[in-house]
């Protein structure tokens, strides 16, 4: 770093990710709904840096000229370049500062940057590969951006923030060419482990075993593995999203991560408690629409005893536990008909697959239900003009009662026989609303037709498999996602690869029970911060430490019991994991990304935290801290994890890259050989007795900082061995 001394007091930040005002995945969602939180922190000072698509930003950012002279100097020098750039505001709650690069302005340079890299980091980059090509692209970009901004910009420190390996190649740039920034990197998923899971691998149990540069080769993407992994070395501060990612990070990127910061959610809650349920009760209704069309003929079944649960996100059979989810409904199906339950339950699976077009069936069967209605409709109308007429007619003396017949003309019966008739049908629901491309190989029909959940009258649970996205436009099933997750009953997502899991956690926020695992972020993060999560609504199946065959009958009884509460026990179970939703709002959460930058300045500033005895930093200020309201329901586990947003906890001095600087997290195993882990909230450990102890530094405010000199540490061993050895004289007397 440079020998200039920079405030950090007020930092900059600039956060940099592929996907800012460019949808692609998860990472919007988290960049997007994050923004609120940390433009209250930073406001100006902080800038999100991405690649410039022509076909969203447009739409997205409205471009103004920049008003810091170091940044559109910056800007210019790179502008007379050839650089194409796009600044402005991105449209979204919190308004921020975007910056975003056209890699296609710069591709002339692509060659040429591609040799540097195997120059500077020895890291290959073949032809063929657009997705690289890009990376390095946008990559040499920020990193050009960074190196003119702070050569400008002397007096602040500059913090970058970077997500995933497609932004993360400006890292190792930045730490060769020392440019004065301080980095923090947080991978999202291991691009590796993503490829493991997706092959029928035991990939938990056997990541201490894998040799990551031949199974990344094998795959081919040993340079975007390579990108990763030095993205992860090269920064300062090296974060993951949750437990389950660090554990796999440490081994399959071969360092411990310093943190996790958990993603959240922007909560809105409702002024009273009904209002919520109010909506579930909307919801639900249009989701009996479909299901009263999709099962047509075959409707026998009563709509108050009919619960609805669903999953979704990407078709990742395996890693997303689609495999397990079916084999558990042919189990639930067996249980409810051995005990002659009259509930019934209908499945949905929301996961996009290539399609042709919705089957003529699922079309029918919306189309039949709608004439009926609508002729339902107009006799009802006519029953009741001729009803009101009869009435009208009696004068008030000798009135009579009208009879069916009076009130239901011949012209009536014939148009509503011909609507009943039109129902009649001869074979089976289907169990998909769409055409798929490739239906014979899908793996998800195959497991269907293996189990034989074929939708028959007496099955007790009913599939309906509907590979799109759902929206409101939608002909067959028209809701939003959002009012469909309101719709249904429970959430089901017992996945075997999820990095964090934004799935059960909407339906958290949203007041809706969800099943999830010990293999998915959120399910980790739940189980550490509740004492009984399934007791709020969040049930959570152990993948880790049982066999398949125990995790399938696990999830099986986890829905079997949700399916015998009465309606008023899920009523309260809905009201329960509602008051959940605090502990996943970016009001809390946000403190986790607050306290990795604090970490990345000390590690690049540390004397500034710790040089000058007469300079005091207040870790009180910042951000204030907003606890979440606790009712006397959940109870919080009170040993070794805190509520978010403790800021207080980044108070030892730091020793940049070498070390391993925290106090770990026992990742639950048979066996003692992982001894230490992840803490959530951040935790530092002490590493060296003489420079790392310093007076006051575990108490916010607490004082001038003073270090202990190995001569008052041995002093204190002495004293301390003295009381071992019971020669204290006691305030109750002598021992």
């Known amino acids: 770093m440079s020998d200039i001394q920079r405030d950090i007091r007020r930092p900059l930040l600039f956060e940099c990710a592929w996907e800012v005002a460019n949808k692609v995945g998860g990472i919007y969602t988290v960049i997007k709904t994050k923004v609120p939180v940390t433009v209250s922190e930073f406001g100006d000072r902080y800038c999100l840096i991405g690649p410039l698509s022509y076909k969203t930003a447009p739409m997205e950012v409205e471009a103004e000229e920049p008003t810091d002279p170091d940044f559109a100097a910056a800007l210019d020098a790179m502008r007379s370049k050839g650089v ?11 308004a921020p500062r975007v910056l975003l690069f056209d890699t296609g302005s710069q591709y002339s340079m692509l060659d040429e940057w591609k040799g540097d890299l195997w120059n ?4 290959p980059t073949p032809p063929n590969d657009h997705e690289t090509n890009e990376t390095v692209v946008f990559g040499y970009m920020v990193a050009w951006f960074l190196g003119e901004y702070v050569s400008r910009q002397l007096h602040t420190a500059v913090i970058a923030h970077f997500h995933e390996w497609q932004a993360g190649l400006a890292i190792p740039l930045c730490r060769k060419r020392h440019i004065d920034v301080t980095t923090v990197f947080t991978t999202h998923a291991t691009l590796l482990g993503r490829y493991l899971c997706a092959g029928s691998v035991d990939f938990y149990n056997n990541l201490q075993y894998f040799d990551v540069d ?5 795959r081919g993407i040993y340079h975007r593995y390579c990108i990763e992994r030095s993205s992860a070395h090269c920064a300062d501060v090296f974060t993951t999203v949750s437990h389950i990612t660090a554990y796999e990070s440490e081994h399959l990127l071969k360092r411990k991560p310093d943190g996790v910061l958990p993603n959240g959610l922007n909560v809105v809650k409702f002024q009273a408690m009904h209002e919520f349920q109010n909506l579930h009760q909307t919801a639900k209704q249009k989701i009996h629409e479909f299901v009263r069309g999709h099962f047509y003929g075959h409707f026998d079944f009563d709509l108050d005893n009919t619960l609805y649960m669903f999953t979704a996100g990407r078709y990742e059979y395996r890693n997303k536990g689609v495999d397990m989810f079916i084999e558990s409904l042919a189990r639930l199906n067996y249980r409810l008909q051995k005990s002659n339950s009259k509930m019934t339950v209908v499945a949905f699976i929301i996961m996009p697959a290539a399609t042709s077009s919705y089957t003529i069936e699922a079309l029918k069967g919306q189309a039949v239900t709608k004439q009926l209605r609508d002729t339902v409709t107009e006799i009802q109308n006519r029953v009741g003009q001729r009803l009101f007429d009869h009435a009208m007619r009696s004068n008030g003396e000798h009135g009579t009662i009208p009879t069916p017949d009076d009130l239901l003309s011949d012209e009536d019966k014939v148009l509503l026989k011909r609507r009943i008739f039109a129902l009649k049908r001869n074979s089976l629901p289907p169990v998909t609303t769409h055409n798929m491309l490739d239906d014979a190989n899908d793996p998800i029909l195959n497991q269907i037709r293996r189990v034989q959940l074929f939708n028959h009258g007496h099955d007790r649970v009913k599939i309906v498999f509907h590979p799109d996205f759902l929206n409101s436009n939608n002909p067959i099933l028209g809701l939003d996602y959002e009012e469909f997750v309101r719709g249904c009953h429970l959430g089901v997502f017992p996945s075997y690869y999820e990095p964090w899991g934004y799935t059960p956690a909407e339906c958290t926020v949203m007041g809706i029970p969800s099943i999830t695992t010990n293999l998915s972020g959120f399910g980790c993060f739940m189980q550490d911060l509740i004492e009984h999560p399934e007791d709020e609504g969040c049930y959570i199946i152990d993948r880790r430490m049982q066999s398949v065959e125990d995790s399938v009958n696990s999830l099986t009884n986890c829905m079997f019991g949700f399916v ?4 008023r026990q899920r009523i309260n179970q809905r009201n329960r994991v509602e008051r959940l939703s605090p502990l996943l709002d970016w009001k809390n959460l946000g403190m986790e990304y607050s306290k990795a930058r604090q970490l990345a300045l000390r590690r690049a500033y540390p004397d500034a935290f710790y040089g000058n005895e007469e300079e005091e930093f207040d870790f009180g200020a910042g951000i204030d801290r907003m606890m979440p309201s606790v009712p006397p329901s959940p109870r919080f586990r009170a040993s070794g994890i805190a509520t978010p947003g403790d800021i207080g906890t980044l108070t030892e001095e730091m020793e ?12 639950p195993s048979s066996q003692d050989d992982e001894d230490e882990g992840y803490p959530f909230p951040l935790v530092m450990k002490v590493r060296s007795r003489t420079s790392s102890i310093v007076s006051g530094a575990s108490t916010p405010g607490g004082g001038a900082f003073k270090s202990l000199t190995e001569n008052d540490l041995r002093k204190a061993d002495a004293v301390l061995s003295y009381v071992g050895e019971g020669h204290v004289n006691g305030v109750n007397g002598n021992h």
């Open 84 to 94: 194409k750039a796009l600044y402005g505001r991105w449209l979204i709650e919190g």
């Open 120 to 123: 500077l980091a020895g890291i």
């Open 214 to 218: 031949h199974e990344a080769g094998k």
């Open 564 to 567: 015998n509460k009465t309606k």
């Open 656 to 667: 940049r890259l070498k070390t391993s600087d925290y106090r770990g997290f026992n990742w």
